[in-house]
């Protein structure tokens, strides 16, 4: 049986100008069934098209970073971290594109602030000095260590993937959605309201973004494991 190609996009070190990626994001669309392709950050038009001429799903990954505010209409917040252009300006066409064929995206952290952002969604810029009573979202090291609690929506992808309405995950962030964007909907929030999970409203279109990284646990963590499953399932 033919194993689905799913396109991810890098990232670039603009010191070496060295495109690059961890290694868990690869490893576990190979290790559940899937082949990984590396999507390089040149954001022109035909390349990307050519690309994804023979993905069958497209996965945005997480970066070290933010979303330049300006895409959604904000001025840059104090604590705005470092804004790659080739990054989102990759990510923004290769949604565009996976969205004209219809491919499964399955969005990570950034992959899934750019993917609500596309969308004409918000963001919080700075969930420490943005939300009050906000809880620890950069937990550090270990990567991997679930550290703080989500509610699930009922009757969500997340929800039918593990038949509860809580789980705990892993936390790397200091942004987050603001305003879902359109034909998106909050599936899963941490206790101080933060979103954790969106998905697409239309149906028979699978399109999902979680904050944390379930890259990190899939090997160790049921409802990380399943998340790359189904998205894989939905890729063939």
Not at 86 to 107: C, Q
Not at 197 to 226: A, M, Y
Request: some cysteine; charged content about 25%; glycine content about 8%.
């Amino acid at each position: 049986m033919r194993k689905p190609r799913i396109g991810i996009t890098m990232r670039l070190e603009s010191e070496t100008r060295r495109f690059y990626l961890g290694r868990d994001y690869s490893e576990a669309i190979q290790g559940l069934g899937g082949i990984p392709t590396h999507i390089s950050l040149i954001p022109e038009r035909e390349y990307i098209s050519h690309c994804l001429d023979d993905l069958d799903g497209v996965f945005l990954p997480g970066s070290d970073t933010d979303v330049d505010p300006l895409r959604f209409g904000e001025e840059p917040h104090s604590k705005l971290g470092r804004v790659i252009i080739e990054k989102e300006e990759t990510d923004l066409l290769v949604i565009e594109e996976a969205e004209k064929r219809n491919l499964p995206i399955l969005g990570i952290c950034f992959g899934m602030q750019i993917l609500n952002v596309f969308r004409g969604g918000t963001l919080v810029q700075d969930i420490a000095s943005q939300i009050p009573a906000s809880l620890k979202h950069q937990q550090g090291h270990p990567l991997a260590r679930n550290s703080h609690t989500i509610n699930i929506a009922e009757n969500s992808t997340l929800e039918r993937l593990i038949m509860s309405g809580e789980a705990r995950v892993n936390s790397h962030h200091h942004q987050s959605v603001k305003e879902v964007g359109k034909n998106l909907k909050a599936t899963a929030w941490a206790k101080d309201g933060v979103i954790e999970s969106i998905e697409d409203t239309r149906e028979n279109q699978f399109v999902l973004g979680v904050q944390w990284h379930p890259e990190l646990s899939w090997q160790t963590d049921e409802l990380s494991r399943k998340i790359f499953e189904t998205f894989i399932e939905k890729c063939k």
